[in-house]
């Protein structure tokens, strides 16, 4: 019953540091997405995945890279954090043949100092 | 980017009323979803609209797909203490295949 599984749950980073959150999904969805979540802004998708080996950049990609190397991971890297990238980050996994209902992990806060 | 914009922003209501929310937008979109966002949990789909005028229920939940395509609304009846959290209107644009979220309705019941 894992779903979607984000690591890790909580970072505290400098300015300046980098960092990977992971994803993982077992139920062999064929799309992914990264999305960050600040008061007062609803969610904001960041880079997404349509498949393996492939992504696209959303709203808000600067300052964020990805990768989708394997089906079941996607990857969100910072690889210089700002304070602006303060936030709770969420992964989400969806079937092809998109309806719009997305399977969302349990969230990854991240505190840049 | 295309924005969604949802009312209110925050409810405080006390247990036993009902509730309703609204998303609008200028963009047309090929489909409405509400989501509820459970405190430090990822949101969860309520109900999933794909017709323009479409009427669906989900328990206490009742939501539409607005007859121009920009605009849906979520209603709950009969307010009980799990009914607590943040809600989410989405759209998905034609050929998208991706959600654009609104700002979310934070919803707090008094006992």
């Known amino acids: 019953n894992a779903g979607v599984t984000q690591t890790p749950k909580f970072r505290v980073l400098k300015t300046g540091q980098s960092m990977t959150l992971l994803c993982a999904q077992d139920?062999?969805?064929?799309?992914m997405y990264w999305y960050r979540q600040d008061p007062g802004m609803g969610l904001r998708l960041i880079h997404y995945?349509?498949?393996?080996?492939?992504?696209a950049k959303g709203e808000v990609p600067d300052g964020y890279n990805v990768s989708r190397l394997k089906k079941q991971n996607f990857l969100l890297g910072l690889e210089s954090a700002a304070p602006s990238q303060t936030s709770v980050y969420f992964c989400?996994?969806?079937?092809?043949?998109?309806?719009?209902?997305?399977?969302f992990g349990e969230g990854s806060r991240l505190t840049v100092l | 980017g295309q924005q969604l914009n949802q009312s209110p922003q925050s409810m405080f209501i006390q247990e036993g009323e009902d509730v309703s929310m609204n998303c609008t937008s200028s963009?047309?979109?090929?489909?409405w979803l509400w989501y509820k966002q459970d405190p430090g949990e990822g949101p969860v789909l309520l109900i999933a609209?794909?017709?323009?005028?479409e009427l669906t229920s989900n328990g206490r939940l009742t939501a539409q797909f607005g007859i121009t395509r920009k605009d849906s609304f979520l209603n709950i009846s009969a307010s009980i203490p799990s009914d607590v959290g943040i809600y989410f209107c989405?759209?998905?644009?034609?050929?998208?295949?991706?959600?654009?979220f609104g700002q979310g309705t934070r919803l707090t019941i008094n006992p």
């Open positions: 989400a996994s969806s079937w092809a043949g998109f309806t719009g209902e997305l399977f």
């Open positions: 139920m062999n969805h064929e799309y």
């Open positions: 995945s349509v498949g393996e080996g492939t992504t």
């Open positions: 963009s047309i979109f090929n489909t």
């Open positions: 609209l794909y017709k323009a005028g």
């Open positions: 989405a759209g998905q644009l034609p050929g998208a295949q991706k959600l654009v």
